[in-house]
Every structure is written in structure tokens, then in C-alpha cells.
């Protein structure tokens, strides 16, 4: 593997895992802030204790994501830094207001929220618990923002002495159309990753018939969020596409393998064989136009092929491949497309057990309910991958191929030591997550004492208990 | 002033601010389990700075994406000459983030001593590595003409660079050791304020080192280049004195601004450069030369003025929510009414 290979290697496997967090992050960080509302208006014990072991759960969640964002914050000037002196004009902008704007909002309020209790006055604790939401879901803007410039560079103008971007129009950056809608389909798979994992949690609880009454509220407030969510999805995942198709037609079509022009286009449910030497794959299950609907939203739109592609590229950059890694694309397109329809699935038989009532003893439901935690996580991973490796060759399309971006002073050994430094880190935060999370959900919520309510009410000073 | 010098303050404010407040943060991680002697001592410690920490942390985070957006080939040559040091100051920033939150989910004494053994040695590599990092901006790397770095790991241990690293070190100790006297009572208060007159004078000696090693890297006029770091020295050695005096904030502040200072002296002596070129005085990386164009620096003015006051005010509120000291568990009886008794020597605290 030559010292580029090492540097993408790294960076996508630092990125997947650091969004293994972030959404159950978002997600729950809005749960949570739900059930903190449907506490401080009810003053219901049972809403306290729900909003303390969500709340636990969160700030594992957070603990090893924030650490594993930090890498993030360096790798580009570490691993990339002729990408970074090129574009940091225009992408570093983001990355800054991201610290800024959303960033401490959500690390200082987490501190409030977390050691607020019986110090803060209730409605202070509540907005805290908000403003952290809200936190979380502004840096992922930024950090949308800056990606979205990568796939589709817009609001700049080059440099005639450097020949580097120089950012010209922020606004246009900040209404990309790619970020807009991209953006949006984070937020939502964020919403389906929290509720996929309240309800996981709370399915096992009914599983085994504890506290019934409160996890049946929380499963209860899954669904509702859930199935809106991953309706919305799935609806603006399907216009992102059209989206994408517009500004970068390659992914689209390397996500269908489509080598030659076509329209109307079907769409194969499998495909055997394909990839980038196999221009000729066994396809299985042909739908008819439904290619045509997603990339282009119409019912009879063609579709550019691989080839003629490849061929107008060729003309505008010079020789070369400009076909992304097909079975990569073909594949995580499916899997994220097909999880996201069982995970629909999924939402729609909750609601409709819920609806006649059997939603506590539905043993079967519960039991794929608390399995289908883990789909959002690789829906998540495929959807990053479909996406990134779509942009492929380019690190910023049409203005910088990856290959150019790579740090020139970083050797091979370098890399590789902090690749297997980094691979030892994280399967260790990852180990020890998952063991405390798992630990911390089966003591459940005897762990929450029957503490005073609100500050003050017993008449104790405002001191914080001991929480670390 | 120019736009590029504007930004090249906020960044030596951020990192200022960086460490007069997450300073702390290692000093305590560092001493926790020197001024706590039982389990319960040790959470009391970290909790001082358990609201806090997490908040602090991200002006580093800021302090690098200011210097992406403002400065990218500054950004860019600093952490890729740095890589090593770059990967190894990660997994200590990382193995301290976790430790907060591990550390306190089992109760159990070899996890517990696990994650304490973490917190140490993370909180004491941070300041370490990140003062050799900022020390080598100014000791100098071999860069070339394409700003790129072409030397070897052997490069980036500079002696200059150790220096400003084991100043940093010190002075973090020393201004954790501050805090846990201001935000603590009784056994492990009184072990804090032996810990900080112990660190004082070795602080004090290294920061004599490094007002004399600092001028003498650059050819900046005496008032940026001498009195920046004398005058951080003035202030730990006035933080000796009120340590003493047993003034509990007074000496904290002055320890802050002690460590403040020592910061500031790198950027003061650094201007109008950013990163020295050892190869050749022409390749050296300086403000004019790195900075964005002026569009983007005009945006994020904009954005940084108006948003920089809101944090600040937030964040300093934060620290009057939990002004109170860190007293553990109250007594098992709850007959005892008085609420966190003061300590004795308590004339100089939470003013």
C-alpha cells in the first residue's frame, strides 16, 4: 500500500467510526431534551428517571465521541496538508465557525446539563438540556457545510497568483444545495439512530417485563419519532440523489453500475459480478424506470453511463480514470437504501402493535427491535461511503484530485504507526463503550435514587453531587 | 492594523485562553490522585473541574480550526512536521476526554486505577507535546521553499522546543494546584496548597530559562520580546507570595496570568513569522504570507466578534453556577445543618 492508500485508509476509518457516535449523539441529545420538557411540565418521577438513563447513556456516547472527533480536527493538516494549504480559504472558514457557533455551545452546556442538577434553577437546567441539542446539531451543519464544498464547490473564485480557491461568497456556501439537502438527511438518519437505540433499549427492558410502565412510554416515544423520520429519510435521501446526480453524475451512475448512456433506466435489486473490470454484470430483478425516478425525479430520464462520463472528463481534465470504485458504490447504495426501507418496516409494525394495544408483550417485535440498533449504524457507515467514495478521484471535485492532497513530508512508516495506534485506541474506546453501555442499560433504573425534584425544594444548599 | 495581524491575535488569544483555562484541567488530572489520597478525595479533585473541562477543551479545538481558516499553510506545515507528536498528543487528549466519564461507571479500584493512571499521564502529555509544538514554531524546523517540512522525527526535538514543553508542564501543575486550594475544603485543600508551594520554585527557575532563552530566538523589539515572559515570571513569583498569604483566588489569578503570559511571549517573539524555517530564513512561514484572502478573514471577523462575547459570557457563567467548593458526599447525618463549612483559611476564596 503506497503512503496515499495509508492516508485514505485512515481518514475513512477514523470518519466511520467517529460517526458511529455522532448521530446516536444527535439523536439522543433530542431525546433526551424531550423527556427533560415532558419531565419539567409533568414533575412526574418516572419522566426524571427516564430523562437520567437516556441522559446516561448519552454522555457515554459523547464521551468517545468527542475524543474520536478530535482526530478529525488534526488529520487534515497532519495526513493532508497540500489539501489543506489549497483549500483552507474556503473549507477552513466552516470548520472555525463550527467551533465557535455550535461546538461550545454544546461542550459548555453539557457541563451545565450534566452537574446542573439540583443547582440549577429548572427551567435553566431544561434550556440547558436544549441548548446541547441544539449544539450537536449546529456543529454537524458546519462540519455538512465544509463537506458539501468538497462534492460540489461553490461561492468561490481562484487565486490567478496561487491558482487556490479564495472564498468570495459565504452564503453561497452556506445554501449549497448539496449542503441543504444533505444536511437535512444527516439530521434525520441522526433521528432514526437515537430512536433506533431508545427503543432497542427499551424493547429489551419489556422484553423481560422491568419497569414496563416507563419503558412502554419511552418505546412509545421511539415510534412516533421514528416512523416520521425514517419516512423523511428515505424521501430526502431519494432528492439528495437527484441532487447529486446533477453535480456529480459519476456517483450516481457507479452507484447503479451503469456503464452506458440509458433512459428511461431500470434499477437491479442484485447484481452479480460488476466492479470496475466487469462492464457486464448478471443483473437481478430489473425494476423499470426506477433509475430514471431516482437520479433524475422523472419518469422516463436518461441517465449519462460510466463510459460517456469517463470520455467528457477526459476532455475537460486530461487522461485518466474518473470512475469511482463501482462495487463499492453499487453496494453501500443498497445496503443503505434496503436497511432504510427494513427499518421503515420496522417503524410501521411498531405503530401498528402499538395501536392495538399489545406493544409491552409483542415478544417478537421486541425482539427485532432490540437487534435493529445496530442498522442504523451501518446504514450510516454505507450512506458516508456512497458519498465519499462517489467523489472519488477527487478530494475536491474538479479542482483537486486526492492523490494531489496527500501530506508530501508523512512517510509510509509514519502512517502505518499511527494507523495501528489509532486501530488500538478505538477498539479499545469502542470495547469499553459498548461494555459500560451495556452494563449501564441492564442495572437500569434502580440506579436513579429518589433525589429532591428541584433545587432547593428540601431546603439543601446547590452544591452538585460528585458525578465523575 | 491588517486583517491577517487581527486574526494572528485571535489565535495567540485562543491559545492563550487555551491554557489559562484548560491549564487547570491537566494540573488537576495530573495531581488527582497526589492531592486525593481514598477514592472519594481523588472524584472530589475531578470533580472541581468536571463542569468545566469538556468546555475548555474546545478553545484548542478552535485555537486549530482558526489557524485552518486564517493561516491553512501554517496549519498545514505545523501539524504534518509534527506528525508523531500530533498522533501521540491525540491519544493522550483522548485517553484523558474518556477518563472523566469511565472512570466513575464501576466501582471498582483497579478500574477506577486504570482510568486515574489515564487522566495522569494524558494530562500530563498534553501540556508537554503542546508546548513543543508551540516552541518549535519559533526554535525553527527545516522547511523548504513548497512550505514543506523535509526533515526527519530527530528535527522536531528541539532543545528550545523542550523547554517551552517542560515550562508548560510545570506551570500547568502549579495552576491546577491553585484551583484544587480554591475549590476544595480540608484535607485535600491543605495537600493542594502544599503541592503548589512545592511547584512554585521549579516553575519559577524554568521560567527564568525561558525569559532568557525566548529573546534570544528572535529579533523582536525588548517590549515584545523580554517583557512578555519576565512579567510571567513576576507573576508566579507574586503567585509564591500570595500562596503564603493563603489568598486562594488572588493566587490562582496569578498563576493564570502567569501561565497566560508565558503563552502570549511565543506569539509576541513569533510576529510577524508563524513558523521559522531552520533551511533558509526566506522559506519561513509568516502572517502576510499564510493568511486567507481578505474576504474570508472579513467573514470570520464578523462572525468571530459577534459570537467570541457570547461565549465568553456563557462560558464565564458557567463558573459562577458552580463558584461553590467541592465538598464529597455530605456526612451521614443529617443532623449536621451547616452546608460546606468554611475552611479557615478561606479569606482570599471565591471573590
Not at chain 1, 452494563?439 to 465523575?468: I, K, N, S, Y
Not at chain 2, 487528549?93 to 493512571?117: I, K, N, P, Q
Request: aromatic residues 12%; proline residues 6%.
Amino acid at each position: 500500500m503506497s503512503a496515499l492508500d495509508l492516508a485514505r485508509l485512515q481518514f475513512a476509518s477514523t470518519s466511520i467510526y467517529h460517526f458511529l457516535f455522532v448521530p446516536i449523539t444527535i439523536g439522543l441529545a433530542f431525546l433526551v431534551a424531550v423527556l427533560h420538557t415532558l419531565w419539567f411540565r409533568s414533575g412526574h418521577a418516572d419522566h426524571r428517571r427516564l430523562t437520567r438513563f437516556f441522559g446516561t447513556l448519552l454522555l457515554i456516547n459523547v464521551a468517545v465521541g468527542v475524543v474520536t472527533g478530535l482526530v478529525q480536527e488534526f488529520q487534515f493538516g497532519m495526513n493532508w496538508s497540500a489539501y489543506s494549504r489549497f483549500v483552507g480559504d474556503v473549507f477552513g472558514a466552516p470548520l472555525a465557525m463550527e467551533g465557535l457557533a455550535a461546538f461550545f455551545l454544546e461542550s459548555t452546556f453539557i457541563g451545565l446539563w450534566v452537574f446542573g442538577w439540583r443547582v440549577l434553577p429548572p427551567r435553566v437546567h431544561l434550556l440547558s438540556a436544549w441548548l446541547v441539542a441544539l449544539g450537536a446539531a449546529g456543529s454537524a451543519a458546519f462540519i455538512m457545510a465544509a463537506n458539501s464544498w468538497m462534492q460540489h464547490p461553490v461561492g468561490y473564485t481562484v487565486d490567478p497568483s496561487t491558482g487556490r480557491p479564495r472564498l468570495s461568497d459565504i452564503g453561497a456556501v452556506m445554501t449549497n444545495p448539496v449542503f441543504l439537502w444533505g444536511y437535512l438527511h444527516v439530521l434525520l438518519a441522526a433521528a432514526v439512530t437515537g430512536t433506533t437505540v431508545m427503543l432497542a433499549v427499551s424493547a429489551w427492558y419489556l422484553r423481560r417485563g422491568r419497569d414496563v410502565e416507563l419503558f412502554t412510554r419511552s418505546a412509545k416515544l421511539s415510534l412516533a419519532v421514528l416512523l416520521p423520520a425514517i419516512l423523511l429519510t428515505l424521501g430526502v435521501g431519494s432528492h439528495l440523489g437527484v441532487i447529486e446526480a446533477t453535480y456529480q453524475p459519476m456517483k450516481i451512475s457507479a452507484a447503479e453500475a451503469q456503464w452506458t448512456d440509458c433512459g428511461p433506466c431500470s434499477f437491479s435489486a442484485f447484481q452479480v459480478g460488476g466492479g470496475n473490470d466487469d462492464q457486464d454484470p448478471t443483473k437481478i430483478i430489473e425494476i423499470p424506470h426506477l433509475l430514471s425516478l431516482l437520479a433524475t425525479g422523472t419518469w422516463n430520464g436518461s441517465v449519462q453511463g460510466l463510459n460517456e462520463l469517463n470520455a467528457q472528463y477526459q476532455e475537460e481534465f486530461g487522461p485518466g480514470s474518473y470512475v469511482p470504485n463501482v462495487f463499492v458504490q453499487y453496494w453501500s447504495m443498497r445496503v443503505m437504501a434496503y436497511l432504510g426501507s427494513l427499518a421503515a418496516l420496522l417503524a410501521l409494525w411498531g405503530v401498528w402493535v402499538w395501536w392495538r394495544g399489545r406493544l409491552p408483550t409483542a415478544r417478537v417485535f421486541l425482539w427485532v427491535a432490540t437487534w435493529a440498533a445496530v442498522a442504523p449504524l451501518v446504514m450510516n457507515t454505507a450512506g458516508w461511503m456512497l458519498t465519499e467514495n462517489g467523489r472519488q478521484p477527487w478530494i475536491v471535485q474538479g479542482l483537486m484530485r486526492t492523490a494531489d492532497g496527500v501530506s508530501p513530508s508523512v512517510s509510509t512508516t509514519e502512517i502505518v504507526l499511527s494507523l495501528v495506534v489509532f486501530y488500538g485506541v478505538f477498539l479499545l474506546l469502542g470495547a469499553v463503550n459498548v461494555f459500560l453501555m451495556l452494563r449501564f442499560a441492564r442495572r437500569g433504573l434502580e440506579l436513579e435514587p429518589d433525589e429532591p425534584e428541584h433545587a432547593g425544594d428540601d431546603g439543601q444548599p446547590r452544591v452538585p453531587v460528585l458525578t465523575f | 492594523m491588517t486583517l491577517p495581524t487581527v486574526w494572528f491575535l485571535v489565535v495567540a488569544f485562543l491559545w492563550t485562553g487555551f491554557f489559562v483555562l484548560e491549564g487547570f484541567d491537566f494540573g488537576v488530572g495530573m495531581l488527582h490522585k497526589v492531592v486525593g489520597r481514598t477514592d472519594t478525595e481523588q472524584r472530589v479533585a475531578i470533580n472541581t473541574i468536571g463542569p468545566f473541562w469538556d468546555g475548555n477543551e474546545v478553545w484548542l479545538v478552535v485555537g486549530g480550526a482558526a489557524i485552518f481558516a486564517a493561516f491553512p499553510s501554517w496549519y498545514a506545515t505545523w501539524f504534518s512536521a509534527l506528525y508523531l507528536a500530533v498522533v501521540l498528543l491525540l491519544v493522550a487528549l483522548m485517553a484523558r476526554g474518556v477518563s472523566f466519564e469511565f472512570r466513575g461507571r464501576m466501582d471498582d479500584a483497579r478500574w477506577r486505577h486504570t482510568w486515574s493512571w489515564c487522566l495522569t499521564v494524558g494530562s500530563a502529555l498534553c501540556p508537554l507535546l503542546l508546548g513543543v509544538a508551540l516552541g518549535n514554531l519559533l526554535a525553527g524546523l527545516p522547511v523548504d521553499a513548497d512550505e514543506e517540512f523535509t526533515g526527519t522525527v530527530a528535527d522536531v526535538v528541539t532543545g528550545y522546543g523542550l523547554l517551552v514543553g517542560v515550562t508548560m508542564l510545570a506551570l500547568c501543575v502549579l495552576h491546577g494546584a491553585t484551583f484544587l486550594v480554591l475549590r476544595t475544603t480540608g484535607d485535600v485543600r491543605l495537600r493542594s496548597h502544599r503541592v503548589a508551594t512545592l511547584a512554585v520554585w521549579p516553575t519559577a527557575l524554568l521560567l527564568v530559562a525561558f525569559a532568557v532563552w525566548t529573546p534570544a530566538q528572535s529579533d523582536a523589539p525588548a517590549v515584545r520580546s523580554i517583557a512578555p515572559p519576565v512579567a510571567a515570571l513576576v507573576a508566579v513569583l507574586v503567585a509564591a507570595l500570595l500562596l503564603r498569604a493563603h489568598r486562594d483566588g488572588w493566587s490562582f489569578g496569578a498563576t493564570a496570568v502567569g501561565i497566560g503570559l508565558t503563552v502570549v511571549s511565543i506569539f509576541t517573539n513569533l510576529y510577524p513569522s508563524v513558523l521559522v524555517s531552520t533551511t533558509d530564513p526566506a522559506y519561513t512561514l509568516t502572517v502576510t504570507g499564510t493568511a486567507s484572502g481578505q474576504y474570508a478573514l472579513q467573514v470570520m471577523t464578523v462572525v468571530a466578534a459577534f459570537l467570541v462575547p457570547i461565549v465568553l459570557v456563557y462560558q464565564g457563567w458557567s463558573y459562577v453556577v458552580f463558584r461553590r467548593r467541592v465538598t464529597g458526599p455530605p456526612p451521614p447525618d443529617p443532623a449536621v445543618p451547616e452546608p460546606g463549612p468554611p475552611a479557615p483559611l478561606d479569606e482570599g476564596a471565591l471573590t
